[in-house]
Nanobody
Framework: QVQLVESGGGLVQAGGSLRLSCAPSGRTYSSYTMGWFRQAPGKEREFVAAISWSGGTTSYADSVKGRFTISRDNAKNTVLLQMNSLKPEDTAVYYC?????????????????WGQGTQVTVSS
């Protein structure tokens, strides 16, 4: 069992930056692939970024490539999402997710564990 707690959301102006953190707990966290997803009002949850258990493989949605960076520190049990050059369309609730195994996938149905989410609001 893995519990996930997100933090770091907030209100920022367009062009600004935020860093989201995900603190997984439970055994063998380091063997999980971790992902970030987001859901805007009235829209479906969508993939943002994912990272393999080793940190050697990452994947990003086209809409955030070059602006967002996912990283992990297994020794500190932390997954980070650095978000730069934020746009109003990035406004959403951001969720941390975990799945067993090393395959990096963009499909939300493939992730077993989910956090409660943290709100990110970007003003224009």
């Amino acid at each position: 069992q893995v519990q996930l707690v997100e933090s770091g959301g907030g209100l920022v102006q367009a062009g600004g930056s935020l860093r989201l953190s995900c603190a997984p707990s439970g055994r063998t966290y380091s063997s999980y692939t971790m992902g970030w997803f987001r859901q805007a009002p009235g829209k479906e949850r969508e993939f943002v970024a994912a990272i393999s258990w080793s940190g050697g493989t990452t994947s990003y949605a086209d809409s955030v490539k070059g602006r967002f960076t996912i990283s992990r520190d297994n020794a500190k049990n932390t997954v980070l999402l650095q978000m730069n050059s934020l746009k109003p369309e990035d406004t959403a609730v951001y969720y941390c997710a975990a799945r067993g195994g090393s395959a990096v996938t963009t499909q939300n149905s493939a992730y077993t564990y989910w956090g409660q989410g943290t709100q990110v609001t970007v003003s224009s």
